[in-house]
């Protein structure tokens, strides 16, 4: 007689004793710290120029509520369901970044937006989460991992949407790209071999970008002013602004609106690029290391998500949302304090930004669809 075992997850227990709730909490408390923080970094400036200090409050807490509800709705969903509407989503995914070059908004040098209605949408901010899916169906149909011609494939794949995400121009988003997609390839089974020729052909590109001038200038010094915090320019002197409010904070913090640099609106674009900073001067030490924390949770609880998944394209899923959400905080983070590039990448439920909110709360979304559905 042989004995088996079922290892789906019980469907006689409630759904709320089966979802992961620490990660569920962690996600929907750093939300709430974003909308408090980006209403903190805009209201007085908003008060000077006559509006209405709660419009970013009013919009940021309308992105999180919807943003939540995108959460449960995907986890609801059965993730292997996106497996099969991988294709369909590049589709989309392509011809709305394509459409940017027609019908797209144009705002401080960039075209990166589609106006629908009083809501202005960033397709860039989505195409990693349809990248990971992409990625993922690609990479789980090879059991046996990647071999030369898997490779060249799913690189040609993921080249169009990167380099239309560059164009826009968002490097930003083109480096959070390139990084999931690596981080995938290696945990798919990608041969060291292989890794090393396309980490060179990495390197060889970025020269090329530099030496050609295919990147613009201000995005160069944007990039590089971390290496050189003494010369001028608008990338240093963002990042002295921003090192300023953050050594204002101290230990405890100067309290909550009450930030000298963040009140007088010293920093530019704190309530998007640089909110960290505003976070740090006004909690201290204490709360934005407690902010870190809980985003290190989210973090942790994803990986554990992975490491659980009980098939290739579910351990995928969560390796490439927990790749999106855990570089996206350690950049924004870092590049605050000078110690990374400055990328234009937000920080996770915490910068302004309907898109980019959305998209973080999808990556959660499909992380709990894996763990709520996973089985052998």
């Not at 590049?90 to 970044?97: F, N, P, S």
């Not at 020729?197 to 030496?211: D, E, N, T, V």
């Not at 002013?225 to 101290?250: E, M, P, R, V």
């Amino acid at each position: 007689m042989s004995l088996s075992y079922d290892h789906r997850p019980s469907t006689g227990r409630p759904l709320i004793l089966r979802v992961d709730l620490a990660l569920l909490a962690s996600a929907v408390i750093v939300s709430v710290i974003g909308v408090v923080m980006v209403y903190s970094a805009t209201r007085d400036k908003l008060a000077i120029a006559g509006s209405s200090p709660h419009y970013y409050l009013d919009r940021q807490a309308g992105f999180v509520v919807l943003g939540i509800g995108a959460m449960v709705l995907v986890a609801l969903i059965d993730y292997r369901w996106l497996e099969h509407a991988s294709i369909l989503f590049y589709v989309l995914i392509v011809m709305a970044l394509l459409s940017m070059f027609a019908v797209g908004h144009s705002q401080l040098g960039a075209t990166r937006w589609i106006n629908v209605g009083p809501l202005a949408l960033q397709p860039s901010a989505f195409a990693t989460l349809i990248e990971i899916v992409v990625v993922a169906a690609f990479c789980s149909r090879r059991p046996d991992g990647l071999q030369q011609g898997d490779l060249l494939k799913v690189l040609g794949l993921m080249a169009v949407p990167i380099l239309l995400v560059i164009k826009q121009p968002d490097l930003g988003s083109g480096i959070i790209m390139c990084t999931v997609l690596l981080v995938m390839l290696i945990v798919a089974g990608i041969p060291t071999r292989y890794l090393i020729l396309l980490l060179a052909a990495a390197a060889f590109g970025a020269f090329c970008m530099i030496h050609f001038g295919v990147l613009k200038q201000y995005q160069l010094q944007r990039l590089t002013s971390f290496l050189n915090q003494s010369k001028t320019g608008q990338g240093t002197y963002n990042l002295a602004q921003s090192k300023a409010a953050i050594g204002d904070g101290g230990f405890w913090g100067q309290g909550l609106f009450h930030g000298t640099q963040t009140n007088n609106a010293y920093v530019p674009e704190q309530y998007t690029d640089f909110i960290f900073s505003a976070v740090a001067e006004q909690l201290g030490f204490v709360g934005a290391t407690t902010l870190i924390a809980l985003l290190g949770v989210i973090v942790w609880r994803v990986v554990q998500v992975a490491q659980t998944a009980r098939d290739p394209f579910g351990r995928l899923i969560a390796t490439g949302s927990f790749t999106l959400i855990a570089f996206s905080a350690f950049e924004n983070a870092g590049m605050t304090m000078g110690i990374m590039p400055i990328a234009g990448i937000p920080l996770p439920f915490v910068s302004y930004g309907g898109s980019s909110t959305l998209s973080f709360f999808v990556a959660v979304g499909m992380a709990l669809s894996v763990q709520l559905h996973s089985q052998r």
